[in-house]
C-alpha cells in the first residue's frame, strides 16, 4: 500500500487539486502515522467481520 499511496509512491494524479487529491494527502497523512493507520485497519477489519455475520 505504501509503494503505492504513500508520499513518493507510484499513483499520480492528473488534477493536483482535485477531490481525489484531497483524499490522496488524508491517505498520505494516515500511512505516515502508523497508530492511525492500525486503527484504521480495525476499524475496517471488524466492519467487514460484522457485516459478513450479518448476511
Not at 18 to 37: G, Q, T, Y
Not at 39 to 53: L, Y
Request: aromatic share 10%; net charge neutral.
Amino acid at each position: 500500500m505504501a509503494e503505492k499511496y504513500a508520499e513518493g509512491g507510484y499513483l499520480k494524479l492528473w488534477i493536483p487539486e482535485s477531490p481525489n487529491a484531497e483524499r490522496l494527502r488524508e491517505l498520505r497523512s494516515v500511512i505516515a502515522d502508523r497508530a492511525k493507520l492500525r486503527e484504521w485497519f480495525e476499524e475496517a477489519w471488524a466492519s467487514e467481520n460484522s457485516a459478513r455475520k450479518a448476511g
